[in-house]
C-alpha cells in the first residue's frame, strides 16, 4: 500500500508548468499525458492557476516532490 500525505497547494506559487502533471500521468498511466493526470492545472484567463486534485487522487505525494516552484508541499516539509 502506497502512502498517502496532506498536499497543500499555493495557486500563487504556480507557474502553469504542468510537470506535476507529466509526474503524475507518468507514475499512473506510464505516458506523459497531463489529460489523464489526477491532478488538475486550471489557468484560463486567471492570473494564478487553479489546483485541483481528482476524486481518483491517492495523494502519494510525487506532484508535490517534483514542485520547482513550491506550490505543492507536503504538509510539514518547508510549509512557511
Known sequence: ?????????DPKK?????????????LYHHEF???K????IL????LSPTIQFSDKCNHCGQCARN??????????EGIS
Do not use: H, V
Open 1 to 9: 500500500m502506497m502512502e498517502s500525505f496532506k498536499i497543500i497547494a
Open 14 to 26: 504556480c507557474t502553469g508548468c504542468r510537470i506535476c502533471q507529466f509526474i503524475c500521468s507518468s
Open 33 to 35: 499525458n497531463p489529460s
Open 37 to 40: 493526470s489526477y491532478i488538475i
Open 43 to 46: 489557468d484560463e484567463y486567471e
Open 67 to 76: 514542485c520547482l516552484y513550491g506550490a505543492l508541499k507536503l504538509e510539514g
